[in-house]
């Protein structure tokens, strides 16, 4: 019954690979969000989907780009991937008019 | 823009005391504010929020918090800690501009000591 689900949970790789987290929600939301926490457990924003269409775009570099196929699902792509990517990635969902997040368990890349 | 701020990066008590997590915000007009908890290796599990009504607002696992307009704080507590409420704990606010955008505190860590 897991509500927002990630897939890798962990990520290991060399720089300057390209790589893809992937991301689901059964929860029927409408909105779907990419966090990334650094080592210092700071969580940031990076982007928002509501209903395919990008509502949020922090400055991330360009070598991230998120892609959502429909409502559930909200994939991220790293181009390129760098030391400075090392985190953990967090999905999370919501609904238009409701304002709790929910959130995924995290994908912990690690870019050797 | 808006903000809130976590004054303390970690808190300990003893098991069975009084926890309290502190968070201030700034906000120019009227602020969403939720509280979220992390346990290790897991994702944020969402705790209570405060929109509007109520300044005590009761969330999970027995906490509480309580909104104070005159001091801006949305200070975190609970009666009674357990151990197992170990974990890191975040504030957050919602962005007046962009309704779907948190922002979020640094975190504290909070430990509880059997």
């Known amino acids: 019954d897991t509500a927002v689900s990630q897939t890798p949970k962990y990520l290991v790789t060399q720089m300057g690979n390209d790589k893809s987290i992937k991301c689901e929600q059964n929860?029927?939301?409408?909105?779907m969000y990419w966090y990334k926490q650094d080592s210092k457990k700071f969580l940031k924003i990076m982007f928002s989907y509501n209903n395919k269409e990008l509502i949020i775009n922090e400055t991330v570099p360009n070598r991230f780009s998120p892609k959502s196929p429909d409502k559930a699902h909200l994939n991220l792509h790293i181009n390129s991937l760098e030391l400075g990517d090392s985190a953990v990635y967090f999905c999370?969902?919501?609904?238009?008019?409701?304002?709790?997040?929910?959130f995924g368990p995290g994908t912990r890349l690690l870019v050797l | 823009a808006q903000s809130v701020a976590q004054p303390e990066d970690q808190v300990n008590v003893a098991e069975g005391n009084p926890l309290t997590v502190k968070c201030t915000y700034s906000?120019?007009?009227?602020?969403?504010l939720f509280w979220y908890v992390q346990y290790p290796n897991r994702g944020l599990q969402f705790l209570l929020k405060?929109?509007?009504?109520?300044?005590l607002v009761k969330g999970s696992y027995g906490f509480e918090a309580e909104f104070n307009k005159s001091q801006t704080s949305f200070h975190l507590k609970k009666p009674s800690a357990l151990v197992s409420d170990s974990a890191l704990y975040f504030c957050?606010?919602?962005?007046?501009?962009?309704?779907?955008?948190?922002?979020f505190g640094a975190g504290t860590t909070v430990t509880v000591r059997a």
């Open positions: 999370a969902s919501s609904q238009r008019g409701q304002e709790t997040q929910y």
């Open positions: 957050a606010v919602r962005d007046v501009t962009n309704d779907y955008k948190l922002s």
């Open positions: 906000v120019s007009g009227n602020p969403y």
């Open positions: 929860l029927g939301h409408d909105t």
């Open positions: 405060y929109i509007t009504g109520d300044n």
